[in-house]
């Protein structure tokens, strides 16, 4: 009873291996290659296969979704004799499963290869500072040669970045050195336009504060002038409404002299010659009471016979 007990167990093991190996689940966004004695057979897609036990075997499993792979720095030498690392990403899609796994050994380190090749073919045609404000050129001539040359490999290239170019040292040195004094001389581009700019507004409103000061001016001198004017209009419309005769006249004259006298620099006085006409009026109108007595019977500065208008020199009165 043993032995069979042993061959029946031993039946239901191979049994059981043989539905694992007839079975074969594939995961969604993969494939499978499947090989018959070393053939290739067929490829199998996402979701339940049956393949044959002990004959049919996975080859490969491939994921089929899109991968990123980045590459190490790179010495690359530029068209003027510098050396620069630059650091690249590939974004990639297995396209054909069969032909990924057997037109190339290894597809990842072909691309590898052909990036590092392809771009120092594109680099040393270029100068640095070309190289370094290139990235979409370099990105587009390096992504339009990986897709031409992988695409018989079933792999198809969707986007190809440069992460970094770096420099030597003593470049970058020099190039911080070069824009820090290309941003120091804008710093003082942008001071000397901001002085400028200060001081012809500062003029401009210096200017128009003169010209708002002389026209303020002006009409002060023009409204002060009129009003002078309508002063002067207003006493001889009043004089004239009086009706003021020489007696009037020159009793406000003999009322002005003490003025006229105040000051040490009183020393000339101009006497109107119808002035005497109207003191002596008054004169003759008052009888007895002669005003000019005190002043030997003259006005000052009026002698017989003179002119319209006579001057003399008057001492300063203490």
Known sequence: MQPIIIVLIILVVLVFIALIKTIQVIPQ????IVERFGRYTRTLNAGLNIVVPFIDSIRNRIDLREQVVPFPPQPVITQDNLVVNIDTVIYYQVTDARAATYEVASYIQAIEQLTVTTLRNIIGGMDLERTLTSREEINAALRGVLDEAT???????NRVELKAIEPPTSIQ??????????????AAILTAEGIRQSQILTAEGEKQSAILRAEGEAKAAALKAEGEAQAIRTVFESIHAGDADQKLLAYQYLQMLPKIAEGDANKLWIVPSEIGDALKGLSGAMGSFNPMAGMGGSVPGQQKGGSAAERREQPPID
């Open 151 to 157: 695409g018989k490999w079933g792999i198809r290239v």
């Open 29 to 32: 966004a993969s494939a499978a």
């Open 173 to 186: 040195d020099s190039m911080e050195k070069q824009m820090r004094a290309d941003r120091d001389k804008r």
